[in-house]
């Protein structure tokens, strides 16, 4: 059997204007709407903006084989992936138009092993505190039957 993947994308610059000019809210209003592309990310792992709103954010992933590391499992830099998408955006719905921001760290605790049999992997971010200079968030992870995979957290800087 071959196994292959195919994918495209669309010009991420068109993207990061927009996230610029709108508030971080509205943007992933937006972008949940599928009235902006989806980032270039997504399209590469599948991991994809399931809900939105203020102060949270969701995004779900369908793990499959090209998912996996060399031990049969989803490779856990797909699942800090899921988490940080989460993490980050939820932190985003809180921004202003043209406040930015960026991880500066990211805490992963993985308890249980992620197979395509988990079914969707979902993953609620919400923010914890926010600031003038930096915002922490949380998030969990859990498989399509409701038991946690993963649970993470992180500090974003917010650049103004």
Known sequence: MNRERTYGWEDPHALAEASRELSGLDFLTRLGAGE????PVSATTGVLLDGVGDGWAVFTLEPAEWHYNPIGSVHGGILSTLADSALGC?????????????SLDLTMKFTRAATVDSGVLSCKGSV???GRRT??????????????????????????
Not at 36 to 39: F, G
Not at 137 to 159: F, K, P
Request: aromatic letters at 2%.
């Open 128 to 130: 914890l505190t926010i």
């Open 135 to 160: 915002a922490t968030a949380e998030a969990t992870i859990t498989g399509s039957d409701d038991r946690v995979i993963a649970h993470a957290v992180s500090t974003c800087i917010l650049m103004r």
């Open 90 to 102: 939820a932190v985003h719905t809180k921004l202003p138009a043209g406040i930015g921001f960026t």
């Open 36 to 39: 902006l592309p989806v980032a």
